[in-house]
């Protein structure tokens, strides 16, 4: 069935080096990708997405890549900053997004960033 | 306040009784979607409106949820005789269908249910 698989579920960097996120999807059909990043009793927040025609975007410190052929896609995050910490949330949407359809979330990772 | 508001915030129920939550989304948003999120856990998808018409439903939703949005803008969900499994942070999201944009989530209802 539909499924996004995320780890890795804790990870914790050093400030100031660079944080990796890893999903997996298995609709082949997705076409839409975003991340959420989520603070502590607070709602999750749209940070970055990418789409199926491009291979890599990047915003500032945060960027995102996407392999469809083998259905893997990923965050980096670089320079990580105290502010960085929080449980980020890989999604798809199966069917794509031109369709109607769900939103289908990872499990989410939860990153520390070491002073 | 322009983004997606849900009311009410905190829920303490009784076991047994109905609960009914509402979600406000963007204004602009057709796309809405009711989403339950434990500790520790990503979001669970539970439904999903495109405009009035609720075109999905989780196969893990039991009977006693139900969901609404009658004039394709504000949204219920209604939990009839809580369970203390459920309680959880209820969260809904909005979005544009064809915009460029993501979903857009709501600060959330939180149930607990003794």
């Known amino acids: 069935g539909e499924n996004v698989e995320q780890h890795p579920s804790t990870l914790s960097v050093q400030e100031g080096d660079s944080a990796v996120i890893k999903c997996t999807y298995s609709?082949?059909?997705?076409?839409?990708f975003p991340w959420y990043k989520q603070e502590l009793g607070k709602r999750p927040q749209l940070i970055i997405d990418i789409r199926s025609n491009v291979g890599e975007k990047k915003d500032q410190r945060i960027a995102v890549t996407l392999n469809k052929t083998a259905k893997h896609f990923s965050l980096h995050i670089t320079e990580t900053q105290p502010e960085d910490s929080a449980v980020y949330f890989c999604?798809?949407?199966?069917?794509?997004?031109?369709?109607?359809?769900?939103?289908?979330f990872g499990s989410g990772t939860r990153l520390s960033i070491r002073p | 306040d322009t983004g997606v508001s849900q009311d009410p915030r905190h829920k303490i129920t009784k076991r047994g009784q109905n609960v009914t939550f509402r979600c406000d989304p963007i204004?602009?948003?057709?796309?809405l979607y009711w989403y339950r999120q434990t500790l520790g856990q990503g979001p669970e998808f539970l439904t999903y409106?495109?405009?009035?018409?609720?075109?999905?439903k989780s196969r893990l939703l039991s009977d006693r949820f139900s969901a609404e949005r009658p004039k394709g803008s504000f949204s219920t969900l209604e939990i009839q005789r809580t369970e203390q499994g459920d309680s959880a942070m209820y969260l809904c999201?909005?979005?544009?269908?064809?915009?460029?944009?993501?979903?857009?989530f709501g600060q959330g209802t939180r149930l607990t249910v003794v």
């Open positions: 204004s602009e948003h057709n796309r």
């Open positions: 409106f495109q405009n009035e018409a609720q075109l999905e």
């Open positions: 999201a909005s979005s544009l269908e064809g915009s460029t944009g993501g979903a857009f």
């Open positions: 999604a798809a949407i199966p069917r794509g997004y031109s369709s109607a359809s769900k939103i289908i």
């Open positions: 609709d082949s059909a997705s076409n839409y």
